[in-house]
């Protein structure tokens, strides 16, 4: 059984999402970070950046992982899913998470403080923001012009930029003109697997525990 501290964000839902594709049983425990939870010591103990999600392998003897990517990348090893083991298919699928870690997440994360949450209206940095993460769109709407995903097969790295990149509004990045990442959205926005993620966590106490419905009910 896996424990996922979490919270209803893009790298939150990047794991219940693969929790959910990948069948793996799991509880989570959701996280109210508007009280700080997450920087309390019980929670740093395990993750010792103070933030979400993490998890917790109690089938590994308890083995924790925290950063999002690399719980990606373990639960692909855990499970033998949408990570492959062939190096040059496994290459593909950690450069566009890499994309995703190092250009999509920062910068639209950077775009939503200055555009919303920003106490003063500074429009050269919305301005930079918003207009890098445009940038970033557009790289994959080319790459998506030649492959229905990342790399090729459905994987890890689709889940994360997903996550990412479908909250583009709030951002104040348009997608329009770009036909190919408006397809990629909309087709992994059909999987069950993905609606079931986006409900983890529903909106519950810092104290509650949830059972993940599908893995839990069905495993």
Known sequence: MIDLYTAPTPNGHKISIALEEMGLPYTVIAMD???????????????????IPTIVDHDNDDFVVFESGAILMYLGDKSGQFFPVEPRQRSRVVQWLMFQMGGIGPMMGQANVFFRYFPEKIQPAIDRYQKEVRRLFEVLDT?????????DDYSIA?????AWVRTHAWSGVSIEGLPHLQRWINSITERPAVQRGLR?????SPDDVVKGAQAIVVR
């Open 143 to 151: 790459h998506l012009s030649q492959h229905t995903y990342l790399a």
């Open 200 to 204: 983890i966590p529903e909106r519950a």
């Open 158 to 162: 689709d889940m994360a930029n997903w």
């Open 33 to 51: 970070l508007s009280k700080n939870v997450q920087k309390q010591p019980d929670y740093l103990a395990l993750n010792p950046n103070g933030r």
